[in-house]
Each structure stands twice: as C-alpha cells, then as structure tokens.
Nanobody
C-alpha cells in the first residue's frame, strides 16, 4: 500500500487546513488509516484513525472537537479537517495504513504497516 499525504502549509492561529491521504496499491488489504504527527524534538503522536468499513473513528482525546477525519472509499482517500489551529499543532503530519484492526492498538504507531511521506503543517501565532 502506498500513501501520499498532502494539504499542509502555513496558516495563522485560528485558521483551518484540510489534509488528504491518497491510498494506492492493495487498498483492500488495509483495514484502517491513521493520521499521526511529529513535532521537532518530540515523539510521533496519534491524531486520528478511521476504518474503511463502518466506519469506526478514533481521535486523540486532546484533539476532539477541532479535528475531523473522514474517508471517501470511491477515491481511496482519507481526509483530516483541522480547525481552530494552534501553534502547538505545528508538526509533520503522516498518514499510515494497517492491515489488521483492533481498537486497543488503534493509537499505536507500531501497529501501522505502511507509511507515507509527511506533509508539513506550520501554525503561526
């Protein structure tokens, strides 16, 4: 599975961005797509995840209400709508696919098999 994240950029605090993750290849083998982010000097952290079927949706508790994940199965694309952005949201955002699904590990980066190149999001104060 190949993933390509896009949509990052520079935005002022309070603004919005929508990231896209285009999924190609053996998409039927993936069960869920997750978004993660990594700021300089920090560990990669879970942002949100969505399953292809259902869907089931999961968010990092700290981001609920500001971020919304969605998917378009016909386009094999997953979106991350980010509103009310804050400077602390600045990071490289990655999307990743996993071929097995278990709610207990949905937030665990090591459970995701395929990763795309990230897209930079910079929020200025």
């Amino acid at each position: 599975v190949q993933l390509q994240a896009s949509g990052g950029g520079l935005v002022q605090a309070g603004g919005s961005l929508r990231l896209s993750c285009a999924v190609a290849g053996r998409t039927f083998s993936s069960s869920a797509i997750g978004w993660f982010r990594q700021a300089p000097g920090k560990e990669r952290e879970f942002v949100a995840a969505i399953t292809w079927s259902g869907p089931s949706i999961y968010y990092a508790d700290s981001l609920k209400g500001r971020f919304t994940i969605s998917r378009d199965n016909a386009k094999n694309t997953v979106y991350l709508q980010m509103n009310s952005l804050k400077p602390e949201d600045t990071a490289v955002y990655y999307c990743a696919a996993r071929d097995t699904f278990h709610p207990a590990t949905i937030k665990r980066a090591s459970a995701y098999k395929d990763w795309g190149w990230g897209t930079q999001v910079t929020v200025s104060s």
